[in-house]
């Protein structure tokens, strides 16, 4: 390609090969989802998202997570341009620190007390922290496949992780009682925590709901082995109910870890917690340089007045349910087998007979070039900001996207 002809995002690619290892790094990498998908992007604004070349995409991955009620929303960014001009990273923190605090407190059952930090790990890494810090006791219980972040304890991979990084962890499989208790058991009288994902939201994997019975036997193994339950809910939370995902299966978790949708694109994290874990809590030193910057939280009040004001998850499921019975409808229509699982508010759509998801990639690079962002693997997400018009938009989409694999 000459470089006169190439793209501003083929441009940037090229700069970016030579500064950044690899060209770029982590789940943003392009290189993760089909030729032709943007690396670059411009600015968005509500469910609307323009790559550097100018071209606009109704989005449906929400920058993964983060974006609950809509890109550039005014009452968000208007909370944040007031506490801009009073200040952000001060010698503490301001008053909304308390405020934010006071507001988890009040909207999630369990929720005695919160602490922040910025992204989903320092979350969930605090949690497991305070669950060994509270019991004196060091074996977690991760689920399979879960993820949980991307430091030597969690990330997905081994490269540059030691045995020891992960020596206190036992697997469990999501949903599955029985592999939970021989994990229970095999923690012994060491058991300090289980980590659990809000709903089993697994990479390229059919999503799966959490099973009452699951749920409830998580929380009798924690409650009689002194052990806490802790529900990762980094990426669900605040999108299905503000009350913490648990919530709608009626079991509540000793901690919660909390970002992505708190703060709609700012970055702030959460941990709450009960009172069994508030002594640990205020013993811990627990910090970042960033970690009280006013500006995040203030965007994280904002953002849940409007989430509170718009009944926002509520929302959410519906438009979220309006994409499903579409892609439905259209896939019968064409006779093309598809699996559409998770709650509504945070679709994954997956080809039957597709082990390679080569169908997927197809399907969602065809919705791409009519405009709509989709992923073929990963879960997506909706926000307060999409409306039928932009799901019948992206209907069309997923309809040219259906009659491209059926003409194959
Ligand atoms: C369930 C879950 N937990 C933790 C994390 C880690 O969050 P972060 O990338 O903000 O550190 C993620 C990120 O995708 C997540 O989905």
Redesign the pocket.
Known sequence: MSLASATPDQKLRERAQRVIPGGMYG?LHAARLPAGYPQFFERAEGCHLWDVNGRRYVDFMCS??PIVVGHKNPVVTEAVERQMAAGDCLNGPSERLVELAERLVGLIPHADWALFGK??????TTCLTLARAASGKRKILVAEG?????IPWCAPGTMGVTSEDRAHLLTFKYNDVASLETAVQRAGDDLAGIVV??FR?DYGKDQELPDVAFARRARELCDANDAALIV?D???GFRLTLRGSWDLVGVQPDLS?W??AIANGYAL?AVTGNERYRDAASKLFVTGSFWCSAVSMAAALATLDVLESTDGPRRMRDMGQRLRDGIAAQAASFGIGVRQSGPPQMPALLFDDDPTYKKGERFTLEALKHGVYLHPRHNMFLSTAHTEADIDFALEATKAGFAVLASR
């Open positions: 789940h993964w997570g992204n989903g790990t320092d979350a969930t879960a993820y949980h972040g991307a994902s809000a939201h990762d980094v990426r669900a870890a970002s992505k994290a």
